[in-house]
């Protein structure tokens, strides 16, 4: 297998750790244990986790664990339908091996994490984008999407809501596309790690395993829940792509930790106080990147995500290009933007916002004076 360069994730780690101010990170604010524990303090968290013995864990995960998630589908998914992994891009790198064979079609939404079409392309699949427009606020087009679709297709990959954009597919819609996979006979992996992380219910769509037999659902306690290092996520599915996803993670990861598996446990438990605490936060970052956006509307054209905590201005009246934009933020400012060429999208930028809201607006402070003094 020969794959390219995860241009976005090489970005972040040649500069993430330098920058003083950020606005690149993609999930909502980290946890602390101690904040974890005044979740629910009877449970003892602290006293549990310290008994705790770090040795294997059951490759698949915890039966517990399993429980817990295939909750999250309703009645048509048990614990045999759960394979849990290191991170959603373990679940994606897996689902990649096993469903894509040399030549079969794959669509995959765009732009997008490339974690969700480049393993698939290194399989040797004919990769094939539905892509998504600034100029329509990267509102998703089905009539574009039937017309790509065809008797060689064997995988669409969605990402709801998408990063980097914020872009989400409705119900109706969702529900016509998984049709669609049941009549043409080809799977719908559905990356949902942003899935709880809503400013208004009935925007996003309900599970995409919840659905529909040929629908996967990958999952994360990273963006919603908050708590990325514990790099934990799974995979949702049909039985027999459980279990041959289950083959491949015996050569990549084996198992999580057992303290990954306990605290995810946890978090599944406590999830009402935790979307409680990221929805506060969110709700007020994305009003504060609002004003912003308008108080710079001559520099940018943006669309706020209707879910999720990313968008992706597009610029204007900036006479360089958003890679070399990024670099002088890093340079003249210790501030960290992806840029838009991270997903072969030039002229944008993505843009994080669950964060901490001080951070936030002080990182939004430092880009308002490089504009300022720039241009």
Same mark, same amino acid.
């Given at each position: 297998?020969?794959?390219?360069?995860?241009?976005?994730?090489?970005?972040?780690?040649?500069?993430?750790?330098? %920058?003083?101010?950020?606005?690149?990170?993609?999930?909502?604010?980290?946890?602390?244990?101690?904040?974890?524990?005044?979740?629910?303090?009877?449970?003892?968290?602290?006293?549990?986790?310290?008994?705790?013995?770090? *040795?294997?864990?059951?490759?698949?995960?915890?039966?517990?664990?399993?429980?817990?998630?295939?909750?999250?589908?309703?009645?048509?998914?048990?614990?045999?339908?759960?394979?849990? #992994?290191? *991170?959603?891009?373990? %679940?994606?790198?897996?689902?990649?091996?096993?469903?894509?064979?040399?030549?079969?079609?794959?669509?995959?939404?765009?732009?997008?994490?490339?974690?969700?079409?480049?393993?698939?392309?290194?399989?040797?699949?004919?990769?094939?984008?539905?892509?998504?427009?600034?100029?329509?606020?990267?509102?998703?087009?089905?009539?574009?999407?039937?017309?790509?679709?065809?008797?060689?297709?064997?995988?669409?990959?969605?990402?709801?809501?998408?990063?980097?954009?914020?872009?989400?597919?409705?119900? /109706?819609?969702?529900?016509?596309?998984?049709?669609? %996979?049941?009549?043409?006979?080809?799977?719908?992996?559905?990356?949902?790690? $942003?899935?709880?992380?809503?400013?208004?219910? *009935?925007?996003?769509?309900?599970?995409?395993?919840?659905?529909?037999?040929?629908?996967?659902?990958?999952?994360?306690?990273?963006?919603?829940?908050?708590?990325?290092?514990?790099?934990? *996520?799974?995979?949702?599915?049909?039985? +027999?792509?459980?279990?041959?996803?289950?083959?491949?993670?015996?050569?990549?990861?084996?198992?999580?930790?057992?303290?990954?598996?306990?605290?995810? /446990?946890?978090?599944?438990?406590?999830?009402?106080?935790?979307?409680?605490?990221?929805?506060?936060?969110?709700?007020?970052?994305?009003? #504060?990147?609002?004003?912003?956006?308008?108080?710079?509307?001559?520099?940018?054209? $943006? $669309?706020?995500?209707?879910?999720?905590?990313?968008?992706?201005?597009?610029?204007?009246?900036?006479?360089?290009? +958003?890679? /070399?934009?990024?670099?002088?933020?890093?340079?003249?400012?210790?501030?960290?933007?992806?840029?838009?060429?991270?997903?072969?999208?030039?002229?944008?930028?993505?843009?994080?916002?669950?964060?901490?809201?001080?951070?936030?607006?002080?990182?939004?402070?430092?880009?308002?004076?490089?504009?300022?003094?720039?241009?």
């Amino acid at each position: 297998m020969k794959i390219k360069d995860f241009q976005v994730e090489r970005w972040l780690d040649t500069y993430e750790t330098r %920058a003083q101010y950020e606005l690149a990170e993609t999930d909502a604010k980290p946890f602390t244990i101690e904040e974890l524990n005044q979740l629910n303090p009877q449970e003892n968290l602290l006293k549990k986790l310290s008994k705790m013995k770090i *040795g294997y864990n059951p490759t698949t995960g915890s039966d517990s664990l399993r429980n817990k998630i295939a909750n999250l589908y309703g009645s048509g998914t048990t614990s045999k339908n759960i394979l849990v #992994t290191t *991170g959603a891009i373990e %679940a994606d790198f897996l689902l990649s091996n096993v469903l894509v064979n040399k030549e079969d079609k794959v669509i995959a939404l765009w732009p997008a994490y490339q974690a969700l079409y480049s393993t698939a392309e290194a399989c040797g699949a004919q990769l094939e984008f539905w892509k998504l427009s600034a100029e329509d606020n990267f509102q998703p087009d089905l009539e574009t999407l039937s017309k790509i679709i065809d008797n060689k297709t064997r995988l669409l990959v969605l990402n709801i809501p998408n990063n980097p954009t914020g872009a989400v597919i409705n119900e /109706q819609q969702l529900k016509t596309i998984l049709q669609w %996979a049941e009549e043409h006979d080809f799977y719908v992996l559905c990356d949902e790690v $942003y899935h709880e992380l809503i400013f208004q219910a *009935g925007i996003v769509p309900p599970y995409a395993r919840s659905l529909s037999k040929r629908a996967i659902s990958v999952g994360s306690m990273s963006k919603a829940y908050g708590l990325s290092g514990l790099r934990l *996520g799974w995979i949702a599915g049909p039985e +027999s792509i459980i279990e041959q996803c289950w083959k491949y993670k015996d050569y990549t990861s084996i198992s999580n930790s057992p303290i990954s598996d306990y605290l995810a /446990q946890f978090a599944l438990d406590n999830f009402k106080r935790i979307s409680e605490r990221n929805h506060s936060i969110i709700v007020k970052n994305r009003e #504060t990147l609002k004003q912003w956006f308008e108080e710079h509307k001559k520099y940018f054209h $943006y $669309y706020l995500p209707e879910a999720g905590v990313l968008c992706f201005p597009k610029l204007k009246n900036i006479p360089i290009s +958003s890679q /070399q934009l990024a670099l002088d933020l890093f340079n003249q400012k210790s501030l960290l933007v992806v840029p838009g060429e991270c997903f072969d999208m030039p002229n944008h930028l993505r843009i994080g916002f669950g964060g901490d809201t001080q951070k936030l607006e002080k990182s939004l402070s430092v880009f308002s004076a490089y504009l300022k003094e720039n241009f």
